[in-house]
């Protein structure tokens, strides 16, 4: 099975993260597209994370990875996309059920929040798992009405 595209952006407070788990992909054979931002000067998430999750909205990418410094500002406004379900990962755990509960198709990662060894383990647990469907695809549905 071919392994997902993947959108990935951040602010300058996830910066190192997001270039790291790049790296980590793309040595694991994943098509990773960087939307910005490019640098650790400080910036507006929005700018960064808006055309990540519009991007998986339309389809362009199968997944999306977006950074911050504790990755909450960053989780809104992805899951202010229509089509965009943005889990809040903080451990592999939360990382695991935000894909087989929730089918999340984004992930949000805090950069102030975890160490670099846990952050590679969310994206790697989270591109692993696998949507459970049943009683949690009657939910996805509710949300998406």
């Given at each position: 099975m071919p392994k997902p595209t993947i959108a990935i952006g951040s602010d300058h407070a996830g910066f190192r993260y997001k270039e790291l788990i790049k790296k980590h992909l793309a040595d694991g054979g994943y098509q990773v597209t960087d939307m910005g931002t490019h640098s650790e000067e400080s910036c507006d998430y929005p700018r960064f994370i808006r055309p990540v999750a519009e991007a998986v909205a339309r389809g362009d990418f199968e997944r999306g990875i977006?950074?911050?410094?504790?990755?909450?500002?960053?989780?809104?406004?992805?899951?202010?996309?229509?089509?965009?379900?943005?889990?809040?990962?903080?451990?592999?755990?939360?990382?695991?059920?935000?894909r087989r509960h929730n089918d999340a198709n984004v992930i949000s990662i805090g950069q102030r929040m975890i160490d670099p060894a846990t952050a590679l383990a969310i994206v790697d647990a989270w591109l692993s798992t696998d949507f459970e469907g049943g009683r949690h695809a009657r939910r996805i549905a509710m949300i998406d009405q």
């Open positions: 977006v950074l911050g410094g504790s990755g909450n500002g960053e989780a809104i406004v992805a899951n202010r996309v229509h089509g965009v379900r943005c889990a809040l990962a903080w451990s592999v755990e939360t990382a695991s059920l935000g």
